[in-house]
């Protein structure tokens, strides 16, 4: 095992079938340290991918490395990895500070240890005042943070989170995300599954889009926007004669369709490329005396990425 290898999360032509059916196929990545979100649809392959890290399931061929170990060396896995399943599992009875307190003394660690690293975990999630309650009366939010603080609470090196953020208002969420790019900031690797694609473009170092068990696009959104080729980009431009820089602009061969925007006060530009367009935009600019007000893409983010590469699957599902 390199150096570089054992800081990283790595999968090596990784297959799992069940039975006949296709799981994740020829999955090669390499995640490093910072947010990497996995992005599909129900079927997609997101955690099938999240229980090969973390052991629950064996590839059918291929092999993957946590930080230099293997998934099925569960005892050192689990001093690195913390995992948040999307579904809710608490023993019958137990408070907060209970679950999260069991987990770590199962972790090996004191009386003592497990009581201040219970403390701290319940810190972070904003559920001290509220650590004596039963789970069973908690809220779905609060269920959700106590998961997390249960994952997060023996300080491990990954977070492995499946829709951490289901059933979290907007402010959770908010607070969630922030605490998601401060573990980051302090090195961790976390991968997280999510629908909610705003927010995955929002908190992101990287994202892996899967379809159908693929791997169809990594890299930070920005990036594989710029891989797809294939796909023409959408630019969204405030001027005072939309007509006229619409006219002019179809002239060119890298612009495919220009249309007016429906208050007549802009245009959207398709081009297959952007960079070439700007140039482009600048010297017509100058020709013409068109005063612009704005130039942005209009479909710079994960949602219309997923949708150029999917098709209509990307609603979130």
Request: aromatic share 12%; proline share 4%.
């Given at each position: 095992m390199t150096g570089a290898s054992s800081q990283m999360i790595v999968f090596e032509d990784v297959s799992k079938f069940y039975g006949e059916v296709l799981g994740v196929n020829r999955v090669n990545i390499s995640i490093a340290p910072g947010i990497t979100s996995l992005v599909g649809?129900?079927?997609?392959g997101k955690t099938t991918l999240m229980n090969l890290m973390t052991g629950l399931l064996r590839p059918t061929r291929g092999r993957i490395s946590v930080l230099g170990t293997a998934p099925d060396q569960p005892e050192q896995l689990f001093?690195?990895?913390g995992y948040c399943a999307q579904f809710d599992s608490f023993p019958k009875g137990v408070t907060g500070r209970e679950f999260v307190r069991f987990?770590?003394?199962v972790h090996g660690h004191t009386k003592a240890?497990?009581?201040?690293l219970t403390d701290a975990a319940l810190e972070r999630v904003d559920l001290r005042d509220d650590a004596e309650r039963k789970v069973a009366g908690y809220s779905k939010g609060m269920r959700q943070r106590i998961r997390l603080a249960q994952s997060i609470a023996h300080n491990p090196s990954v977070l492995i989170l499946d829709e951490p953020l289901n059933g979290l208002d907007p402010m959770a969420r908010a607070e969630v995300i922030r605490l998601f790019r401060q573990l980051a900031e302090e090195g961790l690797h976390l991968v997280i599954s999510s629908h909610i694609l705003h927010e995955v473009d929002m908190m992101s170092d990287c994202v892996v889009l899967l379809n159908n068990g693929y791997v169809v696009a990594e890299g930070d959104v920005h990036?594989?926007?710029d891989e797809m080729e294939e796909h023409p980009m959408q630019i969204l431009i405030r001027c005072d004669r939309p007509?006229?820089?619409a006219a002019r602009v179809f002239e060119h061969e890298d612009v495919v369709e220009a249309r007016l925007h429906k208050d007549r006060r802009g245009l959207f530009v398709k081009t297959r490329d952007a960079?070439?367009?700007?140039l482009t935009l600048n010297r017509i600019v100058l020709e013409s005396g068109i005063n612009i007000e704005s130039v942005a893409p209009a479909d710079d983010d994960l949602n219309a990425v997923y949708k150029y590469l999917i098709g209509s699957e990307a609603d979130g599902s």
């Open positions: 649809p129900n079927g997609s001093r690195k990895v987990y770590l003394m240890e497990a009581n201040h990036g594989v926007r007509a006229t820089l960079d070439k367009f700007y």
